[in-house]
Structure formats: C-alpha cells, structure tokens
C-alpha cells in the first residue's frame, strides 16, 4: 500500500505537467519536437531512435541541459511508463505522445512534449504462375502462415513481362513473418521470409515485397471472386 501511495504522490507532478503541455504554447506543432521511426507490421513499437533511448532523444530536445530526464507515454488512459509503449504493436501509421520532464540539477523542471511518429510497412507477396495453366485463364493459391490462411485467384497478367503469358496473384497487407504459398490442386509449394533477414532473423521493415514464381500444368478454372482471408488477425 505504501509503495502505492509513493508511486502516486510521484505520479502528480507529472501529471499536472502533462495536463500543462496540452494547453502550453509549447505544444503546438509548430514546436513540437518529432521523432519518426518505421517498423514491420507485427512488431512492437521499438523504444530508440536513431539507436538511441527514447529518454537520450529527450534529453537532445532540452539542448543537452544537466539533469535528470524522466519521460512518460501519454496513452488514452493516462500517463504510462515506456515500456507499455513498447508493448504495442501498431496496425496502422500512429502518432504518440510523449510527456518529458527535465529536472535539474541545481533546481526547477522543464517540460516538453515529443511527437513519436511510427510508420508501419505491410507485406506483399506476387505471384507469378507459368505453364499449361495460363491457357486455363485463372489458378487458386493459398498462404499460410503468422495463424492466417490466404485465398487468392491468380488472373492473367494484363502487362506480361517480355511478351510471357502468366498469371499472377497478391497477397497484400501482411505482417512479417515466414509463409507457405502452395499452388491449389497441385504439388508446387514455395516457402517465403518476409521482412526478415537472412544471416539473423533480425526484421526488416523495407524487405516487405517478395516475388515466388510457379510453373504449374493445367489448373481447374477456380473462380473465387478474388481474394479472401480466414484466421486470426497478426
């Protein structure tokens, strides 16, 4: 109870100073100090910048000013520690907000507010299918993999590539990770890493396209009315 009560009575001056950056000149955008980071779809938001702490980057922002930096997420519930800010994991492009407090050395605070600009990048898969199956007009593909399962019509390709008759597919808007595409009613099967390195599984937001190409023999004119999803969200 008691260490509670500490944690409250600490929590009140940033709160009151996080209630005075929504109404201070200094939060204006025309003030606001940004940082901007992209992550891969699936991934947490990442607590450095440039390779830095998010509460380097603040103290950067005070000019470098002796003191002590203490920064907090003003999430929609309140203000929370970084770490449950590193614990989301966003679908879309999001701006946080983030409340620092620069407690001097020789006395007195400063405050100011940091605009955390964290664009997510999506996947893309393109399939490329050759062989008897063009003259079918159309080809099923399914992905799996990250707990979804992928339907997608493969069509002819409108724009073929040196004058070669194909059909192609997308699957579009996912998450990194490793998928199986396998060619419906058929034996072909490729394995595809997305946004992952090779040499260290590390994620990489800019290796989100890949291209698998099929050569596949008469196919059953499957028409599926283009893609669908089944499964659980990433």
């Not at 004058?163 to 595409?181: D, K, R, S």
Request: aromatic residues 6%; negative net charge.
């Amino acid at each position: 109870m008691q260490a509670n009560i500490k944690r409250l009575i600490r929590l009140l001056p940033l709160a009151a100073c996080a209630a005075l950056l929504y109404i201070s000149p200094r939060s204006s955008a025309a003030e606001t100090v940004w940082l901007r980071e992209t992550l891969f779809l699936g991934e947490a938001v990442p607590l450095r910048v440039n390779g830095l702490p998010l509460e380097e980057q603040a103290a950067m922002a005070f000019g470098d000013e002796p003191g002590r930096v203490e920064c907090w997420w003003m999430s929609p519930e309140g203000l929370k520690d970084l770490a449950e800010l590193g614990r989301q994991r966003p679908r879309q492009e999001t701006d946080y907000k983030i409340a620092a407090v620069l407690h001097r050395e020789g006395g007195g605070d400063s405050q100011l507010e940091l605009t955390y600009n964290v664009r997510v990048e999506t996947g893309t898969i393109r399939v490329r299918a050759e062989g008897p199956c063009v003259g079918a007009g159309a080809a099923l593909f399914q992905l799996e993999g990250r707990g979804l399962c992928l339907y997608a019509q493969a069509s002819p390709d409108p724009d073929p590539q040196g004058g070669v008759q194909c059909l192609v597919a997308e699957f579009t808007g996912l998450p990194f990770g490793t998928y199986t595409v396998t060619a419906v009613g058929q034996e072909e099967q490729e394995v595809c890493r997305l946004g992952l390195c090779d040499e260290n599984d590390t994620v990489d937001p800019f290796r989100s396209s890949e291209i698998l190409r099929f050569t596949l023999g008469e196919t059953p004119n499957v028409a599926v009315g283009g893609s669908f999803r089944l499964g659980a969200d990433a």
